[in-house]
C-alpha cells in the first residue's frame, strides 16, 4: 500500500491567518524601533548588520556597528584591509569567525564580483559563511526578494503561531514562504524577528500585544510555553587554563596567534595551555611558555578570569613571568605548541585582535605595572 504524504501545516492553517501578513507589517510600522542598520538598504550595510547580530545583543551590536562603518565603509575597504585589522576591530563581538568570513566575503566580491554583492539568496549562499538566514535577509531587506529569514525569534513565532512543536528548517522557511509578501519581503521578515524578541519571548509572551494572537494555534490550544520545544542541553563542560604573561626588560609582553581554523581562529592570546590532570594552572602555564621564552621565569599570579563560550567554559588563571630577553621562537617549534607566530608587543597590544578574556588580562597586567 503506497503510504500517504503528509500536506504541509499551512494548507489547512492559513483560512485561519490570512490577515497575519498585513497585521504584522501594521504593528511593525507603528511600533519599528529607530535602529541605524534600517536607515539605509545599502546591501554591504544589511549583510555586515545581519552577521554582527547573529549571537549578539542588539544593544551591543549598535556602537561596534557605527565604529565599523567608519572603518570599513564600504565592501571595497573591508576587501582591502588585512584579517588582523578585521580581527582587532570585531574585538569583543566574539565568534570571530564570522569576521574572516566576512573578510574572505569581501574578497570574493571584490576579485570575482566586479565589486557588486549578490542579490539573490542562492548566489549569496555562495559567499563564505553565508547560510540560509544571512542569505534570506540580505537578499530581502536589500533587494526586495521574497525569501524567508528565520532567526531564533522567527523561529519562535512561526512554531507557535502553527503550534509547531520541533519544525525543521527546511519546514519552518516553507511555512515562511506561504506568508511573505512580495511587496514588502524585508520589512515583513524584520517584523517577524522584532515579534520574537520583543512580544513573543522564551519565557514570558506577551500575547495580550501580539498582533497574530487571533490566528495563534499554540494560544488557542494552550501549548505557548511548549513551543517550540526543545531538547535539554547537556552540561557545559568547564576548563582550567593557565596563562603565561610574559614580560621582558623591554617592557614588552609576548604574544602568539592561533590557528586558523578552530575555535577563536587567528586571533592573538598569551601563552596558555588547558591543565592536563592533577596538573596546576601555574605549571600549565609554565609549560606553555617553556618552548617559547625557556629562560623566563614565573614571579606572581596576575588574575583569574573566568569567560563562557557557547559550548564551554573556561577559568584562565594567568601568571606574570619575568624575562631577560625576548627570544624569538623557531616557527617549526611554534608549529608543535599550536600557534602560527609570536611576537614581543607592548603592554597595550592596540592594533591586535584578542579574545575578550585575554582582553581582560592585558588590563590586569596594566593595572599591575607601575604608571
Known sequence: MKPRSRRPIFVFVLPHIARSPRDLLAWFDARLRDLPWRRDADPYRVWVSEVMLQQTRV????????????????????????????????????????????????????????????????????????????????????????????????????????????????????????????????????????????????????????????GCLARARGTVAERPGDSARPPVPEFEVGVAVALSSEGRVLLVRRAERGMLGGLW?????????????????????????????????????????????????????????????DPEVLAVAGWTAAVWEPPEVSGRGLPAAQRRIARALAAALPC
Open 59 to 214: 544593544e551591543t551590536v549598535i556602537p561596534r556597528y557605527e565604529r565599523w562603518l567608519e572603518r570599513f565603509p564600504t565592501v571595497e575597504d573591508l576587501a582591502a584591509a588585512e584579517v588582523d585589522e578585521v580581527l582587532a576591530e570585531w574585538e569583543g563581538l566574539g565568534y570571530y569567525s564570522r569576521a574572516r568570513n566576512l573578510h574572505a566575503a569581501a574578497r570574493v566580491v571584490r576579485d570575482s564580483l566586479g565589486g557588486a554583492i549578490p542579490g539573490t539568496a542562492r548566489e549569496l549562499r555562495d559567499l563564505p559563511g553565508v547560510g540560509e538566514y544571512t542569505a534570506g535577509a540580505v537578499a530581502s531587506i536589500a533587494f526586495d526578494r521574497p525569501e524567508p529569514a528565520i532567526d531564533t525569534n522567527a523561529r519562535r513565532v512561526l512554531s507557535r503561531l502553527f503550534d509547531l512543536e520541533t519544525p525543521s528548517p527546511a519546514r519552518l522557511r516553507a511555512v515562511a514562504a506561504e506568508l511573505i509578501p512580495n511587496d514588502r519581503p524585508g520589512d515583513f521578515n524584520q517584523a517577524l524577528m522584532e515579534l520574537g524578541a520583543t512580544v513573543c519571548s522564551l519565557r514570558s509572551p506577551r500575547c495580550n500585544e501580539c498582533p497574530l494572537a487571533d
Open 269 to 329: 592570546q598569551f601563552p596558555a595551555r588547558v591543565t592536563e590532570e592533577s596538573e596546576s594552572p601555574l605549571e600549565a602555564a609554565v609549560e606553555a611558555l617553556r618552548p617559547l621564552a625557556p629562560e623566563a621565569s614565573p614571579a606572581r599570579a596576575l588574575a583569574v578570569v573566568r569567560h563562557a563560550y557557547s559550548h564551554r567554559r573556561h577559568f584562565y588563571h594567568a601568571f606574570l613571568f619575568r624575562a631577560q630577553t625576548e627570544p624569538e621562537p
